[in-house]
């Protein structure tokens, strides 16, 4: 587990959101105006500024500004290394992630949500072999993938090459693929960096696979019957 990890509180401020997931070494921009969020990181930051971001389910609207809306187990913990007060009272805060946890239990004694983790510890169940075959193969995934963002591609092609753990890798990549954000969680849930880099790679080459049929439909003699 990484050392940073080990600063997870057993208790912890939930921040619900749809569409977010928190990678443990990545940085998350965040706005807060709810006046019930307001509290929580006025709270954080007098306290040990951990907050945990938890991916909403499908179907939580109906249940949002309730402490009940559907959350994924596995959450991101992260710690607020920077913050500013607005004169309105929102904040603008950098979330920075420090790892993996499950919820045990939640309290319901606050006007947001508060939970009892347990951290989640990482490992890797490789090879030397099957770790560099497996960095070769996401590499032609990456490289020249047309439906990866040019920048993001050049990127993460400097990660693979650095020789960076699978473990850091898996979550630096899978913080940024577009992909839906249930497919993230499920990254964020699995412990084993080489089943979550397998996980990241199928995703990866689906990507290009989808992009590559877009554009061959989209060639002007694609419906040509010559």
Same mark, same amino acid.
């Given at each position: 587990?990484?050392?940073?990890?080990? +600063?997870?509180?057993?208790?912890?401020?939930?921040?619900?959101?749809?569409?977010?997931?928190? +990678?443990?070494?990545?940085?998350?921009?965040?706005?807060?105006?709810?006046?019930?969020?307001?509290?929580?990181?006025?709270?954080?930051?007098?306290?040990?500024?951990?907050?945990?971001?938890?991916?909403?389910?499908?179907?939580?609207?109906?249940?949002?500004?309730?402490?009940?809306?559907?959350?994924?187990?596995?959450?991101?913990?992260?710690?607020?290394?920077?913050?500013?007060?607005?004169?309105?009272?929102?904040?603008?805060?950098?979330?920075?992630?420090?790892?993996?946890?499950?919820?045990?239990?939640?309290?319901?004694?606050?006007?947001?949500?508060?939970?009892?983790?347990?951290?989640?510890?990482? +490992?890797?169940?490789?090879?030397?072999?099957?770790?560099?075959?497996?960095?070769?193969?996401?590499?032609?995934?990456?490289?020249?993938?047309?439906?990866?963002?040019?920048?993001?591609?050049?990127?993460?092609?400097?990660?693979?090459?650095?020789?960076?753990?699978?473990?850091?890798?898996?979550?630096?990549?899978?913080?940024?693929?577009?992909?839906?954000?249930?497919?993230?969680?499920?990254?964020?849930?699995?412990?084993?960096? +080489?089943?979550?880099?397998?996980?990241?790679?199928?995703?990866?080459?689906?990507?290009?696979?989808? &992009?590559?049929?877009?554009?061959? &439909?989209?060639?002007?003699?694609?419906?040509?019957?010559?």
């Amino acid at each position: 587990m990484d050392d940073e990890a080990l +600063f997870i509180p057993q208790s912890v401020p939930l921040f619900p959101l749809p569409e977010v997931v928190l +990678f443990p070494r990545t940085i998350l921009p965040l706005h807060i105006f709810e006046p019930r969020y307001r509290k929580m990181l006025a709270d954080a930051l007098d306290g040990d500024q951990a907050i945990a971001v938890a991916l909403l389910k499908p179907g939580f609207e109906p249940l949002y500004y309730t402490r009940r809306a559907p959350i994924h187990p596995t959450i991101g913990v992260g710690r607020v290394i920077e913050s500013e007060k607005l004169p309105d009272g929102n904040y603008n805060l950098l979330l920075r992630g420090v790892g993996r946890a499950t919820i045990v239990e939640e309290q319901r004694d606050r006007e947001y949500r508060v939970a009892q983790v347990e951290p989640v510890e990482t +490992f890797c169940r490789t090879t030397e072999r099957q770790d560099e075959r497996l960095r070769k193969e996401l590499w032609a995934a990456i490289r020249g993938n047309p439906g990866l963002d040019p920048d993001l591609r050049r990127h993460w092609l400097r990660l693979v090459r650095t020789g960076v753990e699978l473990d850091a890798l898996s979550d630096l990549i899978g913080a940024g693929v577009p992909i839906e954000a249930e497919l993230r969680q499920c990254l964020l849930a699995e412990p084993d960096a +080489f089943a979550r880099t397998t996980m990241l790679l199928d995703q990866v080459r689906t990507l290009r696979a989808i &992009a590559r049929n877009y554009w061959r &439909a989209m060639r002007p003699d694609a419906n040509s019957m010559n």
